[in-house]
């Protein structure tokens, strides 16, 4: 007989899931095994730190426990959410319901096909135990009856054996009547006395009588033992009937067990259904809020960084104004100081004055609520730095006497510690170029317009994508139109009229 069915029902293996709506994504076809919902969240969230470190979004981890081995899962064809959420995007109602819905079938199949299987194979079992007990049962059955009729076929051959010698026993009676008569009538002449007669017809009455009861006791008897056989064989009959009703109400309440077991089995997992949706919906919003949290994260960090930059080009930009206004108010109060004298030719004069206006230029465009651009500003450094390269090429200026000698005579020119003498152009050069040591792409068009008179394509395309207006003066290769003022004496012309 096979066990009871079991009373606990297996249940459906559940992986606790991990959910959204519009956006760009690539149509894949895949199939799905029962879903990894946290090893793919793992994927995503990897993805997430990446996007904040600049590093690239880590693959989504495969799956590597299937609901059931070797049981065939549905195919379908829509955009995988993870596959979207990691690329950044975000899964569409249509795909999410898609992947849900597959997802969570397929699980919950592999669930009940877990579940059904060994009861299953338990009903298989009961089964043939039933047919082998009915096959046995059917054999029992089949030799009684067997028994039964070969009784009642000898019962029969018997009762008429005994018949057929009760006639041959009273035929014989019979004959040995008719004899004994026919033996008597010849004895007697031929004829029997009344007396004699009577006598021998009396005991052939007698003789017929007994083999007239002998005969009626014969049927009787068969009579009443084929009755009696055959009820047997009735009672054989409704015995094997309800034998095998027995059985099948046995094993019958035992299967009956079984496809309640399975019917339970289906129904549970059909039960937790919608609740394994609405977790791996809800997994699918958190992974893919957690994906916006690390965009949004490396965005700020973008963001900051590029704060940071901008803070410190603005830093940077105003230690240069504020280095330009420190060297404008000191040239300032150096020129004040230089057209003060009264030695100063009207060319000199005129170099000092031009230098003047140029830085005058320069702290105006630096005031608070200047409206100068950058690029405008940058052409008045270079512009000032050319007239203040002008003024120390061709303005006199008190420098120290590298012929002084302390015991040459007085008024002498030996005599002086000072003379007034213009600066030779290299050591001009190096004077105004160490002034724009941190002023870059102004110091590389100073340099140019001071070694060769012009400035070169390269620097004039950097100055142009910069802002600053081009001063056509710096175009020139012909070295002398840069020359030149007020009188005709030589110099760079960098005025920051020609500029605007």
Avoid: C
């Amino acid at each position: 007989m096979a066990a009871a069915a079991p009373t606990s029902k297996p249940a459906a293996p559940a992986p606790k899931p991990g959910q959204i709506g519009g956006g760009s994504h690539a149509t894949v076809t895949i199939k799905h095994s029962a879903p990894t919902v946290h090893a793919a969240a793992a994927g995503v969230r990897a993805a997430a730190a990446g996007a904040v470190k600049g590093t690239r979004p880590a693959a989504r981890p495969s799956s590597s426990k299937p609901a059931k081995p070797n049981t065939p899962l549905q195919s379908a064809t829509f955009a995988d959410p993870y596959q979207t959420i990691m690329q950044g995007g975000t899964p569409s109602t249509q795909d999410v319901n898609a992947y849900v819905n597959q997802t969570v079938g397929n699980q919950t199949q592999a669930g009940i096909n877990a579940g059904l299987g060994p009861l299953r194979t338990q009903a298989g079992t009961i089964r043939n135990e039933q047919q082998t007990a009915l096959n046995r049962w059917n054999a029992y059955t089949g030799v009684a009856q067997g028994q039964i009729g070969d009784q009642i076929t000898a019962q029969q051959k018997g009762a008429a054996s005994l018949q057929n010698l009760a006639a041959q026993g009273a035929q014989q009676t019979a004959g040995l009547f008719n004899a004994q008569g026919q033996t008597a009538a010849n004895l007697f002449g031929g004829a029997l006395s009344p007396t004699a007669q009577a006598l021998l017809n009396s005991g052939r009455a007698y003789a017929g009588g007994l083999a007239g009861n002998e005969q009626q006791f014969i049927g009787a008897g068969n009579t009443a033992t084929q009755n009696f056989l055959r009820s047997m064989a009735d009672v054989a009959t409704a015995e094997g009937m309800r034998g095998k009703q027995d059985i099948r109400s046995t094993y019958g309440k035992q299967l009956t067990q079984n496809q309640a077991a399975q019917q339970s089995i289906i129904a549970s997992a059909a039960a937790k259904a919608p609740s394994l949706k609405s977790d791996l919906r809800q997994q699918l919003f958190s992974d893919w809020a957690t994906a916006q949290i690390g965009k949004i994260r490396a965005q700020t960090a973008n963001q900051q960084g590029q704060n940071y930059r901008a803070t410190q080009a603005w830093r940077s930009q105003q230690l240069k104004e504020k280095t330009t206004n420190d060297l404008a108010t000191q040239r300032s109060r150096a020129l004040d100081r230089q057209l003060k004298q009264t030695h100063n030719t009207a060319q000199e004069n005129h170099w000092l004055v031009q230098e003047q206006q140029a830085w005058k230029r320069i702290q105006d465009s630096n005031k608070p609520g200047s409206k100068a651009t950058p690029g405008q500003k940058t052409a008045d450094l270079i512009n000032g730095q050319l007239a203040y390269y002008n003024t120390l090429t061709n303005v006199a200026t008190p420098q120290k006497n590298q012929s002084y000698d302390k015991n040459a005579a007085a008024g002498s020119p030996n005599s002086r510690k000072f003379t007034n003498q213009v600066i030779p152009p290299n050591l001009a050069k190096v004077t105004v170029t160490k002034g724009l040591a941190k002023q870059g792409l102004a110091l590389d068009a100073v340099s140019q317009l001071i070694n060769w008179g012009y400035i070169n394509n390269i620097t004039l395309n950097r100055l142009r994508a910069q802002g600053v207006p081009i001063n056509p003066a710096w175009t020139s290769r012909d070295i002398r139109s840069l020359y030149g003022g007020a009188g005709g004496a030589s110099g760079v012309s960098g005025t920051a009229a020609a500029g605007r």
